[in-house]
Each structure stands twice: as structure tokens, then as C-alpha cells.
């Protein structure tokens, strides 16, 4: 490039000059294109830090536009502290706990023209703004294999909610059921108006009772109790309690429910052969043919998966084999 330049300096045109350095003349033109490139970005930099330099922010504004009247378009502009008495005055109100989001609204239908960012700093100002609600993250077990594997019972547990909707009360009620993954029995079930974690607590309890699962020696307890990630499950009550009494807590992965399959399939059955061939006048009739039938399920109605034997019968006859070779409790 500098010897080009020194030649067009003496008068040579690019042509003859780059013919005498013996380079394409395109060769010449694209290094230039490039040079002035270069050189005007170190300009623009140049410039911009220059710029940042200078610059210290937008001012912040000691006003808010306000629209006095609507039929005229009539706007004045109103001392931001103004502004904060209008705000001080709307919590006046005892039962008001309206955060940034809401009060910019309030503002906006008294004929503010405020965006939600200026109300936050006003009220970051008079310290007015809500604490932020930071969830704590639940730790929780996933399970490690997909099907579940059980080889005698109360070794897999499985949990779970289900809807009974009764129509003489127009509307739908809770039942939390426990499945013994290897009998298929229903140890144990709750129906109520209401679910809550006191009441899987409750239910957990009840069915180790049933069982006569020994919690004197926490160690040697296998259960383990397999639902999906409903907020009564992940709650930090239920996984406390279970802790407590040495049982293993697994969960589902999301939007997995072949993973809980046991205890999904015992739900559909209840549909099919309960909830959709009866209709209840009441919480009582419904909650009173339901004991009858979960009676007539571990008692009387056989199943596939088990040999086409009856829940009860399968554990019984399990119990019997370990009784007869004299061998002790599985469990």
C-alpha cells in the first residue's frame, strides 16, 4: 500500500502502479476498502467514549402529567410529592395491599399518565413496596427406574388424588388412595371436602397401622412411597414426617403419570366401575358406598396382574408361604 502511494504521488495513475508492484489492481482496492474501514471504526469508538463521557443519564423528572379533563385534553403537571400523598392516601385504606403494578392502575384511572417504573421508584421512595416472596427450592427424590419392581409386599407404595364429583352437591370431592404395588390392595384411603398435608400425614399413618410395619428400628424399614409432584407430596410436612418414621419418599418425574402406574390404574377403575355408574344425592350416601366398594375391591373382585386372585387373597396366601416355612416377617 505504501508503495502504490508513493507511486500515484509522482503523478502514476493506480493502473501503471500496480502494474509496476505487480499486484491485481483488485488486490490494491480491497486492503483499501479495508484501511478506511478500520480507520472509521476507531473514529466511531473514539467518538462514542467521548460521548459516555459527557453523558450522565436522564434527569429525573420532579413532575407527572396529569389529564384534568377528558373532554378538552387538558394536561398539567403534578409535583411527584403530590403524587406521593395520593398514594400515602390510597393506603389509608386498612384492608389495601395493592403492590406497584396495581396502584400504577389506580393512578392511571384518576387521570395519571404514569408508567409502572416511575411508581415503583415513588414508592420505593416512601417505602411502601411489598416483600418480595422468595420460594424455597424442594429437594426432592426423583425416582430411579420407570417401572417399579417389587418382589413381596410393603416394599412399594404408590399415592395419589383423584375427583368424585357428587351432584346432589354440584360439585367435586377429594379421595387419596395407598396401593400396595405388589398386592394391589388398597391399604388405605381418605375422602373428604378437602385434601391437606395433615391429611396425607394421617393417611400414611393409617396404613402402617394396617400393616403392623415396626418403626422401632428405622434402619431396617424398605418401604418406600411413590407419588407425583402434587403440592400435598412435595410438601415439606409430608417429607418431614415421612423422614421421621424412616420411610423413603420418590417422586415422578413431570407430566409422567405411567411412572405412578399403579395407583392410576386403580383410579380408573374407580371411575368406570364406581363414579360413573352412581350418582349421590350427598357427601354421606356417596362416602358410605364408597367404603362398601373399596371392600368389594380388596375382598371380592379379582385381578389380571395378580393371577386372577382377589388383593387380599394374594397377600394372604404370601403371608401363609412364609408362616409354613417358618421363616420370618418379610417386612
Not at 467521548?50 to 384534568?68: E, F, H, M, Q, Y
Not at 419418599?249 to 409422567?256: C, G, L, R, V
Amino acid at each position: 500500500m505504501e508503495l502504490i502511494k508513493i507511486y500515484t504521488s509522482k503523478g502514476l495513475s493506480v493502473s501503471k502502479a500496480t502494474r509496476l508492484a505487480s499486484i491485481p489492481r483488485s488486490t490494491y482496492y480491497s486492503n483499501l476498502k479495508i484501511a478506511e474501514n478500520s480507520l472509521d471504526n476507531s473514529k466511531s469508538l473514539e467518538e462514542e467514549g467521548k460521548d459516555n463521557k459527557k453523558a450522565v443519564g436522564r434527569p429525573i423528572s420532579t413532575t407527572t402529567a396529569r389529564l384534568t379533563c377528558k373532554d378538552h385534553n387538558i394536561i398539567n403537571e403534578i409535583p411527584n410529592e403530590i403524587v406521593k400523598d395520593v398514594i400515602m392516601s390510597l393506603f389509608s385504606n386498612e384492608f389495601i395491599c395493592y403492590g406497584y403494578n396495581k396502584v400504577t392502575w389506580y393512578l392511571k384511572r384518576l387521570g395519571y399518565l404514569i408508567n409502572r417504573k416511575k411508581v415503583y421508584r415513588l414508592m420505593k421512595e416512601l417505602n411502601m413496596l411489598r416483600p418480595k416472596i422468595i420460594k424455597q427450592k424442594a429437594y426432592i427424590n426423583r425416582i430411579k427406574e420407570f417401572k417399579v419392581i417389587v418382589t413381596k409386599p410393603n416394599e412399594v407404595w404408590e399415592i395419589d388424588i383423584k375427583y368424585i364429583y357428587i351432584h346432589g352437591e354440584s360439585r367435586n370431592f377429594f379421595i387419596c388412595s395407598i396401593i400396595d404395588c405388589f398386592t394391589r390392595e388398597i391399604i388405605s384411603y381418605y375422602f373428604g371436602r378437602h385434601c391437606y398435608k395433615e391429611n396425607v400425614n394421617a393417611l400414611i399413618f393409617e396404613a402402617i397401622s394396617k400393616r403392623k410395619i415396626n418403626l422401632s428400628c428405622l434402619s431396617n424399614i424398605e418401604l418406600r412411597i411413590r407419588s407425583d409432584n402434587g403440592c400435598q407430596f412435595v410438601s415439606y410436612h409430608v417429607r418431614k414426617y415421612l423422614v421421621s418414621m424412616g420411610i423413603r419418599q420418590e417422586h415422578i418425574h413431570n407430566a409422567t403419570p405411567e411412572e405412578n402406574g399403579h395407583i392410576e390404574s386403580f383410579h380408573s377403575i374407580l371411575q368406570f366401575e364406581f363414579s360413573q355408574r352412581f350418582e349421590f344425592g350427598s357427601f354421606e350416601e356417596c362416602s358410605a358406598k364408597l367404603n362398601k366398594w373399596v371392600e368389594f375391591y380388596n375382598n371380592e373382585r379379582i385381578h389380571s396382574a395378580i393371577n386372577y386372585k382377589t388383593p387380599k387373597e394374594f397377600y394372604d396366601e404370601y403371608m401363609e408361604k412364609y408362616l409354613v416355612l417358618n421363616i420370618d416377617r418379610p417386612f
